[in-house]
């Protein structure tokens, strides 16, 4: 594989706080007039809805029918000729990814054989990749408050399992992704500064 350049990715359990820090990341590029573009997997396009309606329970599938979805939506997201995340890099941006195959490997192989999971991502690697360490407990706590139906993986134990799969894919990555692990536990403004305090040190 290789390391897509300019490439920063955001990971964590549903509920870790990567929507926010993204965000916030996005306003001080905006700010600092950075070039930049803002993603999300799945992403709104046709198969990321799809995976969508499956996560909100309105579909259903099987596990695996599932994580071949997602590496096809991963597919187009990277390679689309009109919006893909590879060009979007050739013209200069900065591309910030809410998710990226580290949640397929560490969601999906809950149920799924892990090298499946694998070999149906086998998509270049970002160069920086954040992973938002927020206990389980903390997770479920933010998903109750945010008052909407639970999401297909949104339980407990699922998402432990999730924790420990994330935490063995982060201790074999490909070398030249930077890795910056951050404890959920803190503030948004803490958090915030130790991303954009880590990003900084790479002229970022």
Same mark, same amino acid.
């Given at each position: ?50 995976? !969508?309606? &499956? ?11 599932? #994580?071949?979805?997602? %590496? +096809?939506? /991963? ?65 479920? !706590?933010? &998903? ?11 339980? #407990?134990?699922?998402? %432990? +399992?999730? /924790? ?41």
């Amino acid at each position: 594989m290789s390391i897509l350049k300019s490439f920063i990715v955001f990971e964590g359990l549903d509920g870790a706080g990567t929507t926010t820090q993204i965000r916030n990341l996005a306003r001080y590029y905006e700010f600092n007039r950075r070039p930049y573009s803002i993603t999300a997997e799945p992403t709104g396009n046709p198969i990321g809805q799809l995976i !969508r309606k &499956i996560l909100q329970k309105k579909v259903v599938t099987t596990p695996e029918a599932l #994580a071949m979805l997602y %590496a +096809a939506d /991963r597919s187009d997201h990277l390679y689309n000729p009109s919006y893909g995340i590879a060009r979007l890099i050739d013209e200069g941006r900065i591309v910030l990814s809410d998710r990226y195959f580290y949640s397929s490997i560490a969601y999906q192989s809950v149920e799924c054989d892990r090298s499946l999971i694998r070999t149906v991502n086998s998509f270049p690697s970002p160069e920086f990749l954040i992973f938002i360490d927020t206990p389980v407990e903390d997770c479920m !706590r933010r &998903i109750d408050k945010r008052g909407e139906e639970k999401e297909l993986f949104d339980r #407990a134990e699922y998402l %432990a +399992a999730v /924790r420990e799969n994330y935490l063995e894919e982060l201790g074999r990555l490909e070398s030249g992704v930077n890795l910056l692990v951050v404890d959920g536990r803190k503030s948004i403004e803490e958090t915030e500064k130790e991303i954009r305090s880590y990003l900084s040190s790479f002229s970022l």
